[in-house]
């Protein structure tokens, strides 16, 4: 069982934002660091940004200074807040631990289209 949930994808314009949000327990939250991965369709997952506990962020080249990831722990969620998004931007977008060691939930859809 996957123990985060995503949400706030949809269909956006190019040069548009979307802020997604990645639902976890306690437990894991407070134990682990997390990322956001996502596949496009023909292509394998890719890392796009991570945080660790300390709050050490890293993201992908093709994001970078574009995406921001964040964490709310009171709320125990994870933020993934995209500007300026592309149509190469399209992809499932999924929540993991840095790592990825657990399953793959349904992710959530980014459309990024005119």
């Known amino acids: 069982q996957v123990p985060v949930v995503e949400s706030g994808g949809g269909l956006v314009q190019p040069g548009g934002s979307l802020r997604l949000s990645c639902a976890a327990s306690?437990?894991?939250?407070?134990?682990?660091?997390m990322a956001w991965y996502r596949q496009a369709p023909g292509k394998q997952r890719e890392l796009v940004a991570r945080m660790t506990t300390g709050g050490d962020t890293g993201y992908a080249d093709s994001v970078k200074g574009r995406f921001t990831i964040s964490r709310d722990n009171a709320k125990k969620t994870v933020y993934l807040q995209m500007n300026s998004l592309k149509p190469e931007d399209t992809a499932v977008y999924y929540c993991?631990?840095?790592?990825?060691?657990w399953g793959w939930g349904q992710g959530t859809q980014v459309t990024v289209s005119s």
């Open positions: 306690e437990s894991i939250f407070r134990i682990y660091g």
């Open positions: 993991n631990n840095i790592g990825a060691s």
